[in-house]
């Protein structure tokens, strides 16, 4: 009996040791320092509110998931360097959002090493890289888009401004000279016909290094242009819309990164009745009320600009988690990435999934136009975003690219 007994033990402890899962670990490549790093903590803090509550509900296999922050410096250099770093420190999930250029970094990097390491694969969450060509032609399985893309910006803005008979007959495309840029130039030319407008000039400008907007502000007046349509964001964005303001030019703005915090502090009542396309908008329903106060109990401020899509799309990943188990204790990334193919959540916005052909996400878009008309203020001003039209997500995503020629495992 006794050595039955020593038996059932050891058997014991040596089933319980095979079974214990090596914790998950998620790395957070993110601009955590120097000038663009407001953005990048606003990523760590969506990121690590969601994970909070996933560990609270038991983590992964009964596991705490760990979550490692990888400071890239604002640079597609510093950001492969920290990829390399994670992958070897051990990280399964990858999560960075600021920067189309680092997205397009650290997708190539994933998808090189998952190439040349089969069995080991890490995936890559992208949540805020807009550039389309992530997927496009950079398309692939181990990379997934919880953000939207020019596309999508474009449409929803030009269909709800023609609804609210604010669009005009005459736009004037301003964007930044790099790859987001260029899609938002060509999505603005793209959309002409579905909003009955000419485009009467595109403008490419070298990125956040211009500090007059006069001479930009004069060639828009000339143009006779109605509405600009930009994809500018920081400086760029502020500066032009006052030096229109400046000019004396009466033009509307249909924007795409407005929400970003201090942006309508620093454009005080130039910012009045410009539009923006974003993924949130607290001022829609109870439910987006309710998800924006728990917000603010843990982090101290309400949600905005990329946060709640990064929220959500975390969300997306507590759901996939949940229906991949371990094996022989470890996680099984393709495995992993097979069921969040899967995932449908319904957020405050309504119903959002990843379409399977090239892993962009579906999600709701709601157009907003700055007024005084707000319950929620923004950066200490007497003006938010009042909501003008919501579109579903099928409504406003666009068709798959070509280009984007997925190799499934």
């Known amino acids: 009996m006794k050595n039955k007994s020593c038996l059932f033990v050891v058997s014991s402890l040596l089933c319980a040791a095979g079974a214990q899962a090596t914790p998950l670990k998620v790395a957070l ?133 023609k609804e609210a008979g604010e669009l005009g007959s005459k736009v004037y495309s301003m964007n930044q000279n790099y790859s987001w840029g260029l899609d938002m130039q060509k999505s603005i030319k793209d959309f002409a016909e579905l909003g009955g407008y000419s485009v009467v000039e595109s403008t490419l400008h070298d990125v956040n290094r211009i500090q007059d907007f006069a001479p930009y502000a004069s060639k828009i007046k000339a143009s006779g242009a109605e509405t600009v349509i930009t994809g500018n964001w920081s400086n760029d964005l502020l500066l032009l819309m006052k030096a229109t303001r400046d000019s004396g030019l009466a033009v509307r703005f249909g924007t795409v990164f407005l929400d970003q915090p201090g942006n309508i502090a620093n454009a005080g009542t130039t910012a009045m009745g410009h539009y923006i396309s974003h993924a949130f908008n607290i001022e829609l329903n109870a439910d987006t009320e309710k998800f924006a106060q728990a917000y603010k109990e843990k982090t101290g401020h309400y949600p905005s600009y990329v946060e709640p899509q990064t929220v959500f799309g975390m969300q997306m990943l507590e759901k996939a988690l949940k229906e991949t188990p371990a094996e022989n204790g470890e996680m099984n990334v393709t495995k992993l990435a097979l069921n969040l193919e899967k995932v449908k959540i319904t957020t405050p916005m309504g119903e959002t999934f990843i379409r399977k052909e090239d892993h962009q996400v579906v999600l709701p878009m709601v157009v907003s136009k700055v007024s005084k008309d707000v319950k929620y203020p923004v950066d200490g001003t007497d003006m938010g975003f009042s909501p003008v039209k919501v579109f579903a997500g099928a409504d406003a995503v666009n068709p798959v690219e070509s280009t984007c020629r997925m190799k499934r495992p």
Request: with cysteine.
């Open 29 to 161: 490549v993110e601009t955590l320092s120097g000038p663009q790093a407001s953005t990048g903590l606003l990523y760590r803090s969506a990121v690590k509110y969601q994970l909070e509550k996933i560990n609270q509900a038991g983590g992964w296999n009964g596991e705490q998931i760990e979550v490692v922050e990888y400071d890239n410096q604002g640079g597609p250099a510093g950001a492969s360097d920290k990829v390399k770093a994670a992958i070897a420190d051990g990280a399964k999930i990858i999560i960075q959002g600021s920067s189309s250029a680092v997205a397009g970094q650290i997708t190539e990097d994933v998808r090189k090493y998952n190439m040349r390491h089969p069995g080991k694969e890490v995936l890559y969450l992208n949540m805020g890289g807009e550039a389309l060509e992530l997927t496009a032609n950079k398309c692939h399985f181990y990379h997934f888009r919880f953000t939207t893309n020019a596309p999508i910006r474009v449409k929803t803005l030009v269909q709800a401004m």
